[in-house]
């Protein structure tokens, strides 16, 4: 009588999704150590694909692109994997980023360069919709002094989507120019929209590169001397400026977004003088049109955690005059060395806490939502959660640990009566094994009322599932 009772009270919790198993594909190989990025592409209700792209370094070393093509039942038809270009038998590559350009094709951003050559070689692999293959380009070359002295590489993406950042700083020591090479690529078209050398020669030096929603670039400017202040320098296709932050801050890894047709900057920050109580105490909204901070908030919760390696801006919508901003921690995990070893253990970051944040647009913050997920998943792979839009309304993904929920959940702790419940939607042969949902790796389809989610079994092996959408 009380395993019906039990029955009963679930089924009413997490309401007729519970009662809808998923459909699940077949379990292929995945590198959960060594693939980065894995996402959905070209998706249409007869199939869809899988990039992501291998860097695998030591002995072992290996860099390629990977793509996975699926039938309706999630089923792998085909693998595909795609060399990156070789300059001569002492190529490195850096893998710069990937993402997808609609329903119709992707784009994957790498990096070429060779001691022997003394070159730098950034390329573009389209992967066009119509042909299943990857076209690549080479989008730019510079010399370099070697392998050790190549300069950096950044590549951003707007938050509208509609433009690419790929800027190359050149290296440099403390006492010469800072001269960075900056692209400014078309969304779309992939093609290059303008472009221009900005060279510095102040006491200060390039730490962040950014991509506004108007196709402009923001570098944050520290200063070598721990006694100056960092400042911003917006660059336009026809100008440069600087422009101060304010006294005795400095921010972390700003994000662009609009608010109407205005450019801000999102920022974490903390006093660069005197005693401060953590890194990601502040949380700031900056005019870029006046150079100005709008509010600059004192917030709580992510210095609750020590060893905050950063804090991550995972969304930003702009909703009904106010910013809901998702914010993810990363954490070092990295263990001691023990005594009698050799060499320093391997780098290990897990998950740290995680909001959701309700900014006005005036920039003042008037909540911080806790979202309750695991932080015992590997980044960057793992992602604490992930979110999607599903019919204009937002639902967040938390894998095993709390499903997949409605964000009215946390905004107006409004309980939704269908909830995935993942802890009764594992597939079958995973007894006894460790599993882990990729949260921020899904799709919604529309017309179907279905979603796609990943999990990732042992660390070697993946499989796709189709749930349910919910009512």
């Known amino acids: 009588m009380k395993n019906n009772l039990l029955t009963l009270l679930l089924l009413f919790v997490f309401g007729t999704t519970f009662a809808q198993q998923a459909e699940w594909g077949s379990k292929f190989d995945f590198d959960a150590k060594n693939e980065l990025a894995p996402k959905f592409v070209l998706v249409d209700n007869y199939n869809y694909y899988l ?73 573009k692999h389209v992967l066009e919709k119509s042909t299943g293959k990857f076209t690549s380009t080479l989008i730019a070359s510079y010399p370099i002094l070697s392998a050790m002295k190549s300069g950096s590489v950044t590549v951003k993406q707007s938050d509208n989507k509609m433009y690419f950042v790929l800027n190359y700083q050149v290296h440099s020591s403390k006492k010469e120019p800072d001269v960075n090479h900056v692209k400014v690529i078309n969304g779309s078209s992939l093609e290059v929209e303008w472009e221009k050398e900005v060279t510095y020669t102040d006491e200060y030096y390039t730490r962040d590169v950014v991509a506004t929603n108007s196709g402009n670039v923001v570098y944050v400017r520290p200063a070598y001397s721990y006694k100056l202040d960092n400042y911003i320098s917006l660059v336009t296709k026809d100008d440069q400026k600087a422009m101060q932050v304010g006294e005795k801050i400095d921010i972390h890894q700003p994000k662009a977004i609009s608010i109407g047709t ?96 309700m900014m006005g647009n005036d920039g003042k913050v008037s909540k911080m939502n806790p979202i309750i997920a695991s932080t015992n998943n590997v980044a960057d792979l793992f992602h604490a959660f992930g979110v999607i839009n599903v019919k204009g309304e937002y639902f967040i993904n938390t894998g095993m640990y709390s499903g997949l929920y409605s964000w009215n959940d946390i ?49 070697t092996q993946m499989t796709i599932g189709t749930f349910p959408g919910l009512n």
């Open 51 to 123: 990039l992501s792209v291998l860097d695998r370094i030591g002995m072992m070393a290996k860099s390629e692109i990977i793509l996975r093509k699926f039938d309706q039942k999630n089923n792998l038809v085909e693998t595909t994997k795609h060399a990156l270009p070789v300059l001569d038998s002492g190529t490195l590559h850096n893998i710069l980023g990937s993402f997808a350009i609609g329903n119709e094709k992707a784009v994957v951003f790498t990096q070429s360069y060779s001691n022997k050559a003394k070159k730098n070689d950034l390329y």
């Open 411 to 459: 905004i107006n702790n409004k309980k939704t009566v269908d909830k995935v419940a993942f802890g009764q939607q594992k597939p079958l042969g995973v007894e006894g094994k460790k599993i882990d949902f990729i949260n921020q790796l899904m799709h919604y389809y529309v017309d179907r009322n279905q979603f796609l989610f990943a999990l990732v079994i042992d660390g």
């Open 262 to 357: 205005q450019d801000y900057l999102l920022a974490f920050n903390y006093p660069s003088k005197g005693v401060r109580r953590g890194d990601y105490g502040y949380l700031m909204l900056y005019d870029l049109s006046s150079g100005s901070i709008l509010q600059n908030n004192e917030i709580e919760g992510f210095n609750s955690v020590i060893k905050i390696k950063e804090v991550a801006f995972r969304d930003v919508i702009a909703q009904n005059n106010m910013l809901y901003i998702f914010a993810e921690a990363k954490v070092d995990a990295t263990p001691k060395p023990t005594p009698g070893s050799t060499g320093f253990p391997e780098s290990i970051f897990t998950n740290g806490p995680s909001f959701l944040i």
